[in-house]
């Protein structure tokens, strides 16, 4: 990156590349790293006076300051207009920003609640189908963190425990009823699928969801639909009204 006046040294400080330094531009209008910005100057160039001729009468010499007056003039009205324009562009990015952070939230609280039930309503034992979701979680584990993150989980952050997350772990498992176990194993498989996956990556706490909680029975929805197939139709109703609704219900059943 070429520098500019905003250029500043930053540091990495999670993942594989933590501690090197980058060199970052830190003005969100730089004229050297927004292009935006550099064509807007480019585009609108301020204003210069206009350099006086060699026998300039003192007539010439104040029109033409009133000349670079105006212009100035107009150009400030120009970059005012400009500004208010992107304030308000920036303040509508900030809106749709904020409303996305929002929905975020809804769904990570929504996908936490979804991980506590699954863990909570573990079957005493795995059937096959059961198994096959949660290989295919620990196979999209993410190592780096995996341990550590889940001793601290179930452990606590005890500065004072000099143990290794392993060790945490190995204890936690050894300590555990029978009938927690599988509990455990999804717990362990799960717990880095809690938050929402990236575009194109893999959901397998909704594949967990669907393979380990029970289902909503859809019976209400069909019983309902039985009724109103049962229901004569009255005289009002058009017999192609009927045969639509008909078969609405049984689409939806
Ligand atoms: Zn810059």
Do not use: W
Not at 48 to 67: C, I, M, S, Y
Not at 91 to 108: F, I, L, P, V
Not at 143 to 152: H, K, M
Not at 154 to 162: A, H, V, Y
């Amino acid at each position: 990156m070429s520098a500019c006046e905003a250029a500043k040294p930053a540091l990495i400080v999670y993942g594989p590349h933590v501690g090197t330094f980058l060199t970052v531009c830190t003005d969100n209008r730089c004229p050297v790293h927004d292009p935006r910005q550099a064509a807007d100057r480019a585009a609108n160039p301020v204003p210069t006076v206009d350099a006086p001729t060699e026998d300039e009468t003192g007539e010439q010499t104040a029109a033409r300051k009133a000349d670079y007056d105006q212009r100035q003039a107009e150009y400030k009205a120009d970059q005012e207009r400009r500004e208010a324009t992107r304030q308000g562009e920036e303040d509508r990015r900030h809106k749709e920003y904020e409303a996305e952070q929002e929905r975020r939230t809804k769904q990570q609280k929504k996908r936490t609640a979804t991980f506590e039930r699954i863990i909570q309503n573990a079957p005493p034992v795995f059937t096959a189908a059961h198994l096959r979701v949660l290989l295919r979680a620990l196979v999209n584990m993410d190592p780096y963190t995996f341990a550590d993150d889940l001793a601290v989980e179930m452990n606590g952050d005890d500065e004072n425990d000099r143990r290794s997350a392993e060790e945490v772990l190995l204890t936690a498992i050894d300590g555990l009823a029978d009938d927690k176990l599988t509990g455990f194993a999804l717990h362990l498989a799960l717990a880095g699928h809690r938050s929402i996956p990236k575009e194109g990556e893999n959901d397998h706490l909704v594949e967990a969801e669907a393979a380990f909680t029970p289902k909503e029975k859809p019976a209400p929805a069909k019983s309902a639909g039985k009724k109103l197939a049962l229901v004569k139709p009255k005289k009002a109703t058009t017999p192609t009204a009927t045969k639509k609704a008909a078969k609405k219900t049984t689409k939806a059943a």
